[in-house]
């Protein structure tokens, strides 16, 4: 059983997330904005979910866009309300359905680090397909195994790393939620990302999607 659910996992660690994101050569941020920069424009809208401290968010925030964000975590807001990279910021768990924004109010959705704490997919995708407009993007990460053939017939596997269930999400599974729900996958970069505090490493995926014209 998990020691802690992952809401209260970030408040614990909301001080000093940067810094450990630092030390643990946690560079999924800064590969998720290079690889979907491209197919943005200054002033687009976009909604981060799971925003944390705002590493990700900074990103998008300093090349213009307008960025909202929502976490379940109150401590890891305070620590990204400090750093003033939103203009919006709520307290709410991504997994609380419908997202509190009209359809097609977002130009692009992003989640970083966000994923891999989930088993169901599902719903956020549901959610991305309804927030985001026709030719945005959903820009995502997820812990994936190191070979499809771990997980037999299983759509994803759980472990516990820190006390926290983390999941590890299949490529193909991953690829059935991005058509399913309308969108086209564009992208996609596998990178080793530290895990706990004993330098552990595991293969993380970076996404990007692009929501569909509507026939």
Known sequence: MPEKDSRQAHDESAADYDRLARECRCFTPEALFGLCFEYMQ?????????????????????????????????????????????????????????????????????ACGVLHFLDDL?????????????????????KVPLAETQLGPDRCSMEII??????????????????????????????FVGVDRVERREPFCVFVARKMDKQ
């Open 162 to 191: 820190s006390g926290v269930e983390i999941f590890s999400h299949r490529k193909t599974y991953i690829g059935q939620m991005v058509t399913s729900n309308g969108f086209e996958m564009l992208k996609d970069l596998e990178i």
């Open 42 to 110: 200054p002033g687009e809208r976009l909604l981060d979910i799971g925003i944390g401290t705002g590493l990700c968010a900074a990103l998008f925030t300093k090349a213009g866009l307008q960025v909202s964000g929502m976490d379940a975590s109150l401590e890891m807001l305070n620590v990204c309300r400090a750093k003033d990279v939103a203009v919006e910021l709520r307290q709410l768990d991504v997994r609380a359905m419908p997202w509190p924004y009209p359809d097609g109010t977002f130009d692009h959705l992003t």
């Open 122 to 142: 599902a719903p956020i995708f549901q959610e991305a397909a309804r927030v985001v407009r026709p030719g945005g993007l959903f820009a995502f990460t997820t």
